[in-house]
């Protein structure tokens, strides 16, 4: 009985380290007809995760096309689970999306794939120490997951945007929010950089005056 204990807990260990298993095996979407399904990538998605596969690649800007077929919204929204669940520690994701009538679907797509996965790999998984309507937090590893229309207070880890709208009733409101995520992006990358992966409070000043700089030039534009 211990042996046939020990080869099931090794095999879900085995499962749950391999990221390509995850994301085949352990998450349940919904269909366009509102079916419980597995999640299995696409040609699309599988095309997607191997341009991100690579860890450094995380920090590359991907643009992608607006392809609904793709279900490409869904792929990125268990990816950012995943790691919010799997990641080491300290890591804030954020969905940002461009309505706000999106905000409750987009979190219901990430409660329905958290409360699928399988009992008995939801044992591995750390209790919620937060579960609002629009974000999840797990104290013991300090990971966060957000489903918010902005990321202005804090420095994300992953960013993922549901859609820029060029539509000229919202042409500014996407070109600001174009500017802020790329230069949150570039911040945190070189921040990491330079740190070389640690804490370094030496930073902060830099990252002070690089947001001071862009509220007063963004005050300046605004006036004129």
């Not at 793709?70 to 890591?91: A, M, P, R, Y």
């Not at 937060?130 to 994300?156: G, H, M």
């Not at 945007?161 to 992006?185: D, Y």
């Not at 002070?208 to 862009?214: D, E, P, Q, T, V």
Request: glycine share 4%; charged share 25%.
């Amino acid at each position: 009985m211990t042996n046939l204990l020990t080869e099931k807990q090794n095999y879900i260990i085995e499962k749950l380290w391999d990221f390509n298993r995850r994301i085949a095996n352990l998450y349940y979407i919904v269909d366009e007809d509102w079916n419980k399904i597995k999640f299995k990538p696409n040609f699309i998605q599988r095309k997607i995760i191997a341009a991100i596969k690579n860890k450094d690649d995380w920090y590359i800007r991907h643009i992608i096309l607006k392809y609904r077929q793709g279900w490409v919204s869904t792929l990125f929204t268990l990816l950012l689970l995943d790691e919010f669940l799997w990641g080491w520690k300290n890591i804030y994701n954020v969905i940002i999306a461009h309505e706000r009538k999106l905000l409750t679907s987009l979190f219901k797509k990430i409660r329905f794939a958290l409360d699928n996965i399988d009992p008995e790999f939801r044992t591995f998984i750390p209790p919620m120490d937060s579960d609002n309507a629009n974000e999840l937090f797990i104290r013991k590893t300090n990971n966060r997951l957000a489903v918010t229309l902005d990321t202005r207070w804090e420095t994300p880890t992953r960013i993922h945007i549901t859609e820029l709208a060029w539509r000229e009733f919202a042409k500014q409101a996407s070109l600001l929010l174009a500017v802020v995520s790329l230069g949150i992006g570039t911040g945190s990358f070189l921040a990491g950089k330079l740190s070389e992966g640690h804490i370094e409070f030496g930073l902060v000043p830099l990252g002070s005056i690089g947001l001071s700089s862009f509220c007063l030039l963004l005050g300046i534009s605004t006036l004129s």
